[in-house]
């Protein structure tokens, strides 16, 4: 079987330089790129110490170079940077996968906007097979009596940009339209007694803690808690992997889900 050829975009990063280490076994790395000002720019991932490997890093001004031999690429960057980005996809008639969080409502249409029916592409918040399967878990929330209320809480190291993660934002659009609930609050101090169309995103961050969701689901006298805790990057890695394979053998030019991957 011919080994699926891959380049990732924000290599040097904690998920980048993950998914490269989980590559070895199956997939060739074929490009490697970070940003125009970052120190490590024509350096080998060997040289890194992440892989041993020829392949340098390449500057985001080269992205239609790092990326001409790729099958798939994967990039975990800014959402500025996606969006800068996702054209030369397009151009280059490149599979992309995205797991870049932080995107505003606008920023996020303007992705798909670019890359729907243009390329076979993949956005998800989380690349986590076991957070997916929770995804799907959440939309079962609706069947349950109106007394039954929801909270969301989730940590993260303490380095970590985007408050509430986009994993707890996308916990929370599951919920919200599987319950009815119209408004998210991420500080109850300034809203005092809860409403029954408010969902409740809390968030702490502290230490390396690579990720922590739990949803908490009370009734009057019993509550039920759904938790899904990452100990090591490698889960997310892995399931990025998992997308690429997947993501290999698609060839209809559309936006996918993590949902997409782990239903087939």
């Known amino acids: 079987m011919n080994r699926i ?8 990063g904690r998920l980048g330089s993950t998914i490269i280490k989980e590559s070895i076994d199956n997939f060739d790395i074929v490009g490697a790129v970070e940003s125009a000002n970052n120190p490590n720019i024509d350096k080998t991932i060997g040289n890194l110490g992440i892989i041993e490997s020829d ?47 932080g995107f505003s409502e606008d ?10 029916n243009k390329v076979p592409s993949l956005i998800t918040s989380n690349f986590s097979i076991g957070m997916n399967f929770l995804y799907n878990l959440s939309e079962l929330v609706g069947q349950l ?3 039954f209320e929801i909270s969301i809480n989730e ?32 500080d109850r101090t300034k809203h005092g007694k809860r409403q029954q169309s408010e969902l409740d995103i809390t968030s702490e961050r502290l230490g390396g803690i690579p990720g922590i969701h739990e949803i908490n689901i009370a009734g009057p006298y019993e509550i039920l808690r759904l938790e899904h805790i990452v100990f090591s990057r490698a889960a997310f890695a892995r399931g990025a ?12 030019p559309q936006v996918y889900s993590m949902k997409d991957v782990i239903s087939n």
């Open 5 to 12: 050829k891959l380049c990732i975009v924000g290599a040097c």
């Open 55 to 101: 392949i340098k890093i390449t500057s985001s001004e080269d992205l239609s170079s790092a990326i001409s031999n790729a099958d798939v690429t994967i990039s975990a960057t800014t959402p500025t940077s996606e969006l800068l980005n996702a054209p030369v996809y397009v151009k280059n008639n490149k599979k992309i996968i995205i797991g870049t969080t």
């Open 107 to 116: 920023e996020y249409s303007r992705l798909i906007s670019t890359l729907n």
């Open 145 to 147: 009596p109106d007394e």
């Open 155 to 186: 940590k993260h190291h303490s380095k970590k940009l985007d408050s509430p993660s986009g994993t707890a934002l996308s916990i929370a659009k599951i919920i919200s339209k599987s319950k009815g609930y119209k408004n998210l609050i991420f």
């Open 241 to 252: 992997l998992v997308a690429a394979k997947w993501l290999h053998n698609i060839s209809e």
